[in-house]
């Protein structure tokens, strides 16, 4: 959506029992009336009241992953569109610590899926875009201007690599869902980061932090719904932290994200019990507990 047709379509207060309006323009998802976003993305005990909702949120509540893909061929202008939309993001002092890694040639989108442990919708995604945390290009400019780049060996340099990289990465998957296309963010590529620098040719530190399956959606082949969230009486706090941890909306979130696993045919296995084995120990972490080992190896100071 352009800054002229943003600035057309002020927000209005919105209860979960009241339709808004949307721009015909949106994708259809996202013009379905408020209840039914609210309901889909929290679950219908949960959907807070008076939300304001313009075209822009109702495609942000509409967002949902995709990993069936057509082979609808992408438009002309696609990756250069979602990288200036990347690079408009917020970047940390402007340093513009990230790159990204366009892959389109089937064998190195196999090889990818093969490091992500055979997620076939790598392989089946027209466009892979890997985001990086990239320290060299800093490093090279400094080696050039004979200036010193000390601080990029500090931890804190990387987070601010591995967080330009998310917050542009979103702003790709926003701009590509206005366009009508879907995505899924591949965190497995962190399970071998050493192969994924080599595949890519990565130099010394640059890593890739995750990838992004982009293309047409297939829902015939798999459905792809919203899929619910957390309460916001577990996630927003005012002023100071609340630790009380009320259980009747974990009760709820795990009734709602049942359902939608039934309605995605997938297991039916709620969220606690899978996020806690997730966290379980360094053995559930897919490779990722070596991840301070491979970082060294990719030059990576961490001090």
């Given amino acids: 959506m352009s800054a002229s047709a943003s600035a057309s379509a002020p927000a209005s207060s919105v209860s979960a029992s009241t339709s808004a309006p949307l721009a015909q323009s949106r994708p259809a998802a996202a013009t379905q009336d408020a209840r039914a976003l609210l309901e889909a993305r929290y679950g219908a005990a949960e959907a807070p009241q008076g939300l304001l909702l313009n075209d822009t949120i109702a495609g942000l509540l509409a967002h ?3 990993r069936a893909f057509s082979d609808r061929a992408l438009p002309e202008g696609l990756i250069e569109t979602l990288v200036a939309a990347a690079q408009s993001a917020s970047s940390s002092s402007n340093l513009q610590t990230f790159s990204v ?3 389109e040639n089937p064998a190195t989108k196999a090889r990818l899926a093969q490091v992500a442990g055979g997620q076939k919708h790598i392989v089946e995604a027209p466009l892979v875009l890997v ?3 990239d320290l060299a290009r800093l490093e090279e400019i400094g080696r050039r201007a004979g200036a010193p780049t000390g601080g990029l060996a ?3 340099t990387l987070f601010i690599g591995i967080i330009d990289a998310a917050l542009a990465a979103q702003n790709a998957v926003v701009a590509l869902e206005s366009l009508g296309l879907g995505s899924v963010y591949i965190g497995a590529l962190r399970n ?7 595949l890519l040719g990565l130099p010394p530190n640059v890593v890739g932090v995750f990838g992004l399956c982009v293309g047409y959606a297939d829902p015939a082949a798999r459905p792809a719904d919203v899929k619910p969230r957390l309460s916001q009486k577990l996630v927003l706090h005012r002023e100071r932290y609340d630790a009380g941890l009320p259980q009747p909306p974990l009760d709820q979130y795990e009734a ?12 039916v296995v709620g969220w606690a019990g899978t ?3 997730r966290v379980r120990g360094p053995e559930a972490l897919s490779g990722r507990d070596r991840m301070r080992e491979a970082l060294t190896a990719l030059g990576f100071g961490l001090r």
């Fill in 64 to 66: 949902r992953s995709v």
């Fill in 101 to 103: 890694v366009a892959v």
């Fill in 131 to 133: 985001w990086l945390a």
């Fill in 154 to 156: 500090f931890l804190e």
């Fill in 192 to 198: 071998r980061p050493q192969e994924v620098a080599e």
């Fill in 256 to 267: 709602a994200l049942k359902a939608f696993q039934r309605g995605q045919e997938m297991p």
């Fill in 275 to 277: 996020a806690l084995n």
